[in-house]
């Protein structure tokens, strides 16, 4: 989630300053460099929450002795319908997205308010 919030910092960075090199002769030859980059930093920004996703679902396979006793499910009701057993997976994956997501948000947020911070206590890179 931090890589992917890393990816699109990068990403905005790379197109402020493709967008600010615009129209200067002396720098016209960075700017396909950079888009280049930016098609990086737009492709890791867009696969990393899913694999995100996939990584934070490992580890989560229930057992079978962990299941229960099998003698004390009832008779009369089914523990899972057919479409229960096809559709929890999925809905597992998409909530684990939907995490993903938000953590990328919130790690997003909090590198442009250590930036801002920075920026404010005139603490420059380079």
Do not use: D
Request: proline residues 4%.
């Amino acid at each position: 989630m931090f890589t992917s919030a890393y990816s699109v910092a990068r990403l905005f960075a790379a197109a402020a300053s493709v967008g600010a090199l615009r129209g200067v002769p002396e720098y016209a030859r960075q700017i396909p460099r950079i888009q280049a980059e930016a098609m990086w930093w737009e492709t890791l920004a867009i696969v990393l929450p899913f694999f995100a996703a996939l990584v934070l679902g490992l580890g989560n396979t229930s057992s079978p002795g962990s299941a229960g006793n099998v003698s004390t499910a009832s008779l009369t009701y089914t523990a899972e319908s057919q479409a229960e057993k096809w559709t929890a997976p999925i809905v597992r994956y998409f909530t684990r997205l939907a995490i993903s997501l938000l953590g990328t948000f919130g790690f997003l947020l909090c590198l442009l308010l250590i930036g801002f911070v920075f920026y404010k206590l005139r603490i420059h890179v380079g």
